[in-house]
């Protein structure tokens, strides 16, 4: 079973430069979380979709930071206008509906470094 | 207070020891816990999860869990230098789980 995926890698841009991560869930998982993670903490959650739909993003930044899952599979982050303090890793995991539900599954993540 | 707390460590344990790894939570209405594995530059990965009072065991690792106390723990038997990382505890309530910012655990042959 392929895990998530998630690209890119590793993106370097300026303050004020837009930015997007994309993510693709393991097949057949209908819950998506977006997380950052500053070094040294654990991951805060930014987004949560089940399927289509938002389940939470109490704490998206939402005048700079913008999320999307179309049609309930692939998702994409975008940050727009990057600041200094958007420097982390950006993890994307995702879960089942049912039993598990509840263990999530990280992708590889995205090391963002804002200068 | 933040919402999951552990030590920040780091813990040291000789190779072979057993390492005991806590995590307190302050909303009581969680219901789920989990314990993820972070090795340095990688991402989490989840390794045990436990949703009743007691012990959990799985090969080497033991989670135990008391609700009245809102206290988790992760205990690591036998323990090996591949098990140096850091360890985040999750806890999850009102749909959404709260990361807490991990124990850094090395363990020295």
Not at chain 1, 37 to 44: A, E
Not at chain 2, 72 to 90: F, G, H, M
């Amino acid at each position: 079973e392929a895990g998530v995926a998630q690209s890119p890698r590793y993106k370097i841009i300026e303050k004020r430069q837009s930015v997007a991560f994309w993510c693709n869930p393991i097949s057949g998982h209908a819950t998506l979380y977006w997380y950052q993670q500053i070094l040294g903490q654990g991951p805060k959650l930014l987004i949560q979709f089940q399927n289509n739909g938002v389940v939470d993003d109490s704490q998206l930044p939402k005048d700079r930071f913008s999320a999307e899952r179309l049609k309930g599979v692939d998702s994409t982050l975008k940050i727009q206008p990057a600041k200094l303090e958007d420097s982390a890793v950006y993890l994307c995991a995702s879960s089942l509906v049912g039993i598990a539900q509840y263990e999530q599954y990280f992708g590889p993540g995205t090391r963002l470094t804002v200068t | 207070q933040k919402e999951v707390e552990q030590n920040s460590g780091p813990l040291s344990v000789p190779e072979g020891a057993i390492a005991s790894l806590n995590c307190t939570y302050s909303d009581r209405g969680s219901q789920s816990f989990f314990w993820y594995r972070q090795y340095s530059g990688k991402s989490p990965e989840l390794i045990m999860s436990i949703y009743s009072n007691g012990d959990k065991e799985d090969g080497r690792f033991t989670a135990q869990l008391n609700k009245a106390s809102q206290y988790v723990s992760l205990l690591i038997r036998d323990s090996q230098p591949s098990d140096s990382a850091t360890y985040l505890c999750a806890a999850r309530a009102a749909g959404k789980s709260t990361f807490g910012d991990g124990t850094t655990l090395t363990v020295k042959p």
